[in-house]
């Protein structure tokens, strides 16, 4: 029986599932008071104060901290890797604390997968698994239309991985021969198109459908003359935190929309079936990539939880491929079937390095 601890640490809590082989002996969120986490220059500066938290939250669960095989975090802003496994080094350490451009609370999952790692026993291992930063891009996904900038792949790498191969698991085929596109759709919203097993192209959160707090692509003859009216950090504020669905109705919640429509709001549904028109919209554009070949398309993500919007992508889509809806986030089974694919030999770990 293999001990796997996971942890995917986020703005305001870190998720901690503890597993006995497949086995979910706990799955909770330990909380961080934002009047704590303010005291932090940087999120690397939170590390000690969510590692001793999560140490009590796991003594208070009477889980003995000394007998994981395997701790694995969620993957931060790593220079663009290969998707899969690594193991955590001292390079990935120093390159999350000191040089990544990206600050963003998954950088903290390698760190505190070392820090329990050290806890535990000897042969226990630490690893990430598909990073935010997973890049298998072919060089026509690279080129932006501006010489010197390059299109990024980042995003909900982990979840549209995990989506992509249970949607292959289902269909009783092999990922590497399918062709897929998945719509993750939350906060912010990412679509990916996967061709025989590789995440070849994608429409980030900053460059496609709009999604409940984040603007997605915008015109910029539109744009520009407010970047000189605003600092940078109050434009990144409008386009990742206060744009999108929140800055037409004032509200984050789809739950929310959802209920005023029913109540006759027309303006609440003009703008959710406009997200569900751009999101439509992504997904025909990575149909073109992958040449109109798609076996399947996935919708997930806290957003898929909501069947008027799935039904408006979908009618819009569905003479592309079969549409399928897996709902929320898949982010600890992924985190922990990669761990166990590791431990049995079934996969080989990346040495990260520079």
């Known amino acids: 029986m293999k001990k796997v601890l ?66 694995v975090g969620r993957g931060g802003s790593l220079p663009p890797v290969e998707a899969g496994a690594f193991l955590v ?26 820090g329990f790692q050290e806890q535990s026993k000897e042969d226990c291992i630490a690893m990430i698994y598909d990073p935010i930063t997973v890049d298998q891009y072919h060089e026509l996904s690279r080129v932006s239309g501006l010489k010197g900038v390059k299109r990024r792949s980042i ?13 292959a698991q289902d269909l009783n ?3 590497n021969d399918l062709n897929l596109i998945v719509a993750h759709l939350g906060s912010g919203s990412t679509i990916s198109a996967h061709e025989h097993g ?13 999604s409940v707090e984040r603007t997605g692509s915008l015109s910029l003859k539109e744009i520009i003359p407010l970047c000189y009216t605003m600092s940078q950090a109050e434009m990144m504020t409008w386009l990742r935190k206060k744009g999108g669905m929140i800055s037409y109705l004032g509200t984050n919640s789809g739950i929310e929309v959802e209920q005023r429509i029913a109540a006759g709001d027309e303006e609440a549904k ?13 997904i025909g ?35 592309i491929a079969p549409v399928t809806t897996h709902p929320g986030e898949f982010e600890m089974e992924a985190l922990r079937n990669g761990a166990l694919r590791v431990l049995s030999g079934e996969e080989v770990p990346h040495d990260f390095s520079l």
Not at 155 to 167: C, E, S, W, Y
Not at 270 to 282: N, P, R, S, T
Request: net charge negative; glycine share 4%; aromatic share 8%.
């Open 6 to 71: 996971v942890i995917n640490p986020g703005s305001t809590s870190t998720k901690v599932a503890y597993y006995e082989d497949k086995q979910e002996c706990l799955n909770e969120s330990v909380h961080h008071e934002t009047t704590e986490l303010e005291k932090f220059d940087t999120i690397a500066d939170q590390y000690e104060y969510r590692l001793a938290l999560i140490q009590s939250f796991l003594d208070d669960k009477k889980i003995d901290r000394t007998d994981f095989d395997a701790v």
């Open 89 to 114: 080094n001292d390079t990935m350490i120093d390159w999350l604390v000191n040089k990544t451009d990206v600050h963003h609370a998954s950088n903290l999952g390698a760190m505190l997968a070392k």
């Open 155 to 167: 995003g909900h790498m982990l979840n549209m991985r995990a989506i992509a191969m249970k949607t």
């Open 173 to 175: 085929k092999d990922y």
């Open 198 to 210: 590789r995440m070849i192209d994608l429409s980030l959160d900053d460059e496609g459908p709009f």
């Open 270 to 282: 003009l703008i959710f079936e406009a997200m569900a028109y751009q999101v439509a919209k992504g």
């Open 285 to 319: 554009e990575l149909a073109t990539v992958l040449k109109g070949n798609v076996d399947q398309i996935v919708i997930t993500g806290g957003l898929a939880y909501s069947n008027l919007l799935t039904d408006w992508i979908t009618e819009r889509v569905s003479f």
